[in-house]
């Protein structure tokens, strides 16, 4: 039997692990356990509790295997997870306080303080984005003003996939891609930007000079080997390479296969829209974050903050299941004066909203259950079409299909509509976990000493067409009645306020209990 490799991938909603032939990427078994729910503003998870999923994922993987296959077959592992979420650890490396994640908006404030005080273009050509309260700055920024005393205790600072991947070989450490998106950060010289930190901090206890950062590995890099309480823990071998790990969405380029001038649109809680650059690149309107990627380039990404998540919500709303939800928007009547839906339901990222709340306008006495579904897959799916257009307006280059992932690629009519508006096809590999196979394509790269790239050619999946462009659609009408339902939305109740100096000048914002 041939070495098999295990990919995780450690999202907001659950672990994911995956075990995978080395030489092959064949899919042998699977697992998943959920993590706690977690919602904004206050959107917060025990890092302990992701540990104690990826045991269980592991564990119903190992029971899913093959006659033949055991568990002393894996060669290799490696981590990949949400984003930008801030895991504090004290001297003796325990975890001291609950993680904000990176859709935790209660940090927004600070945000917009660092905003003024660095400055937007500034802020941007340092670490190649306009960093937003999902950032990692902006909560170490929070957590220095309002718990003063428990920062006191901070030695050291990183990410959710570094803390797993500490959790599996004892070691501080993360890649460029996850680095890039913390807001102190630059990807292009591959350095910490320390006095942010300090500038964050605002006096208020350990600075960017005395926090252990973790050390940034290159792709296919050995992070170290499973330490004996990993193995124990998870029934795997000791020893065995442990990767450097990367973001969700930068592994999901990888297990797409994506190369450069393809366009990913990942339809997970919220939608991410990118393709992989062989150039830094800087988006001075700040639509475009400009990060790393898990391969040594880079990965310019617009991410919405709804978009699965807002799908679930229009099922409850109308009370049906998915295929359902898809045949009722499918059957609609697409007229010039349709209603609109704007998905801000949660607050939006991008544009920059954070207390924004959702909009249904254009509602007539003639609409239906039909209209309304339409509405909401069509308002996903121009949030998500303002991203792709936000990439080309900052000179990022894509052609040909667009490849779909996550959840939210099995709605027909989202694929559909994604297709009408940009003009192009749209295609599917079938690949359910792409961000977990993104993981393993990692793992095999460090266990053979190959590059990434290399891999992820070698396993890059087949995809067929499951839409295309349509006519008829009165795509113009609807894209200016979007805007001016978006605009109105932004500039009434949820602009942002112009930053009046740090937020401790003003009331001290809510702690989570």
Known sequence: MSRMVMGVDSSTQS??????????????????????????????????????????????????????????????????????GLVILNKNKEVIRQVKLWNDTTTAPYCDWLQDTIGKEEWINKVGSLPTAAFTLSKVAYVADNEPELWAQADAIMLPHDYLTF??????????????????????????????????????????????????L???????????????????????PVGPGCGDSHSTALGLGVGQ???????????????????????????????????????????????????????????????????????????????????YLDGERTPNLPKATGTIAGLTSSDTRESLALAFIEGIALGL??????????????????????????????????????GREVVDTGITEAACRGASIQA?????????????????PQAEVVASPRTGRHLDELRERYAAASTWRGLDRCAKVESKGHPSTHAKQPVAA
């Open 444 to 460: 095999a790269a460090v266990l053979s000493g190959a590059k990434v790239t290399e891999v992820r050619d070698a396993w890059k």
């Open 15 to 84: 672990c994911k692990v995956e075990f995978r032939d080395a030489d092959e990427g064949t899919l042998i078994s699977s697992g998943r356990a959920p993590h706690p729910p977690a919602t904004p503003p206050v959107s917060e998870q025990n890092a302990n509790s992701w540990w104690e999923a990826l045991v269980k994922a592991t564990k119903n993987a190992i029971a899913e295997l093959p006659i033949g296959r055991k568990p002393t077959d894996v060669a290799a592992v490696s981590v990949d997870a949400q984003c930008h």
């Open 385 to 422: 079409d303002d991203g792709r257009r936000a990439l080309v307006d900052a000179g990022v280059p894509s052609e040909g299909s667009i490849r779909l992932a996550g959840g939210g690629s099995n709605s027909i009519a989202l694929a559909g509509t994604i297709a009408d508006l940009a």
């Open 218 to 240: 290159a792709p296919n890099e050995r992070a170290g080997g499973l330490t004996d309480e990993a193995a124990w823990a998870l029934g795997l071998p000791k020893g065995i």
């Open 261 to 343: 001038g393809e366009l990913v649109l990942s339809l997970g809680t919220s939608g991410v829209v990118f393709t992989p650059s062989d150039h830094p690149v800087y988006d001075p309107k700040g639509y475009v974050n400009g990060v790393a990627d898990a391969t040594g380039g880079w990965l310019p990404l617009v991410c919405v903050l709804n978009c699965a998540k807002a799908l679930d919500t229009a099922r409850s709303w109308l009370g049906v299941n998915f295929n359902e939800l898809n045949g009722l928007a499918m059957a609609a009547h697409s007229r010039a004066d349709r209603p609109v839906f704007v998905p």
């Open 167 to 216: 959790r599996l070989c004892g070691r501080y450490v993360t890649d460029r891609s996850e680095a890039s998106g913390t807001g102190y950060f630059n990807s292009e010289h591959n350095e910490y930007l320390r006095d942010l930190i300090t500038l964050a901090v605002n006096g208020n206890g350990p600075t960017g000079d005395q926090l252990v950062l973790p050390d940034v």
